[in-house]
């Protein structure tokens, strides 16, 4: 009894923690603008799961878990730019990534798993956490409700709250029904029917239901989770497993044969390359052809085949037999010269798309191009070290490189970015396109001050000015507050 007695009350510790996240969802964020806020939300997220890890003694800094707590850093920084940075298609993705990355760090402090993080199964068992075990646990709020209902009431009262609450969800589907029916039926008691509500129930309450519903949806969803880290599981019953099956592996002529065609084709168009495109002669360009068409097309084509050449080292690497020594060190060496062609190939197409911005202008797209390809390149160099020491795992510093990457990608400000070299050029040209600076984020405010100034371009400048404006007077709550936008109020002179 003691011991019941002792869950029964981590329950209730729990259920008391997650009601005040729901609580606070609806203050920081329920209605308003992300900023400051979510970086708020996440930092209590941390403090219930501390409170809770520290009350089962699971509260560790060891040295096994210090790759766990450093997700802590990406986490912050994430959920920081919704408080830094004003681009839009950062906060939708970062909404989404950074409670992912919480319930990763999670599992692996708590140990709740068996598959190491960078492995396939790892996946699988985060799928079970979330949409399993989570959801499997949200019922036990109602149970623990039932269970404190029935302490406070005899029992026959209890078994009629019981069958009058059974009664109710039998009755609502069939009154639906039936009130459809009789509206249909009779034109008076339609309109009365419809009239009704707006009567009685003031819209204001609507409301306060629906956020109520909100509240008790996170408490019960952030309860089920952290049940499924922290509480009981039943045995998991091992079952045997098949004899695993004979690994398919390539045959090393064939793949040597292969290689060596390959490569050979891309020795070949790394000397065109160098010799039409690096080293700027026009003169000895097809005829017909523009060296300013020659660097435009074929960028899409090149970082396809790039693409491509990254799933041939994938599969070589992991079906390459390395039963016959010399073999494998031709299938190294032809590998390596894939990856050197390789990003040859990479850097004309790098290279092609700087003279098209340079000729057209910077966007997202093409800015992301140049930060993909730059992804691509760190990626072969990490392949490339793993041709020459197989034990190194690819999953394990791949999965490292993206997160970074992202993080970065994040804090560079693209905008700013992508604003200040469309200014140089068109200090250069006298050619910008102010309709798509106008549609970037609230950083870019500066920029189009600065086009105002333009007597040509005033016009348009003032028109997306006076959409950030009015962008800026709707929300002002401080659980919005964003530097990006802060700024902005302050260059436009906004209350």
Known sequence: MAEWSHEQKALRRLLLGAAAIGCLWDFLLYGKEFGISYL??????????????RWHGQLSFSRKHVYAWLLTVPIVLLASSFALFSNGYFQLLNFALVPLL???????????????????????????????????????????????????????????????????????????????????ADQVFGHFLREMPGR?????????????FLIGLVTILVFGYLYSLFGKREE????P???????LVWDGVILVTVLSIIDFVYAAFTYVQISYLFSGDKATLPDGLTYAEYAKNGFQELVLVTVINFVILLCTMYLVSQTKRLLYR???????????????????????????EQAYGYTHSRLLAHIFMIFLLILFVIALCKIWRHTLSLMKYYAVVSL????????????VIIAKNNMERYHATGNIDVAYLGRLSYDVVPYLLELKEDESLREHAVYYLENKREELLANRSWQSFNLSKHRARQLLQLP
């Not at 069939?174 to 009789?182: A, C, D, M, Q, S």
């Not at 497993?241 to 690994?247: A, D, I, N, Q």
């Not at 031709?330 to 098209?356: D, E, G, H, M």
């Open 40 to 53: 708020l939300f996440v930092i209590a997220m941390y403090a219930l799961y501390g409170w809770q890890a």
């Open 236 to 239: 998991a019953v091992e079952i």
């Open 404 to 415: 970074v990457s992202y993080v970065l990608l994040n804090y560079i400000n693209m905008d």
């Open 200 to 212: 009685m129930i003031d819209l204001d309450a609507v409301e306060g239901a629906f956020r109520l």
């Open 330 to 356: 031709v299938v190294q060496v032809l590998l390596t010269a894939l990856t050197v062609c390789t990003s040859f190939i990479l850097f004309s197409a790098y290279y092609r798309l700087s003279l098209y």
């Open 102 to 184: 919480f319930v990763i760090q999670t599992m692996l402090l708590t140990g709740r798993h068996k598959a190491k993080w960078y492995e396939p199964g790892f996946v699988g068992e985060l799928l079970e956490m979330l949409f399993s075990f989570t959801l499997k646990h949200t019922r036990l709020p109602f149970a623990l409700t039932r269970e404190w209902l029935k302490g406070r009431m005899n029992q026959e009262k209890y078994g009629v709250l019981k069958k009058v609450l059974i009664g109710v969800g039998i009755s609502l589907p069939i009154l639906f029904v039936v009130l459809t029916l009789l509206s249909q």
């Open 241 to 247: 497993l098949p004899p695993k099956e004979r690994k």
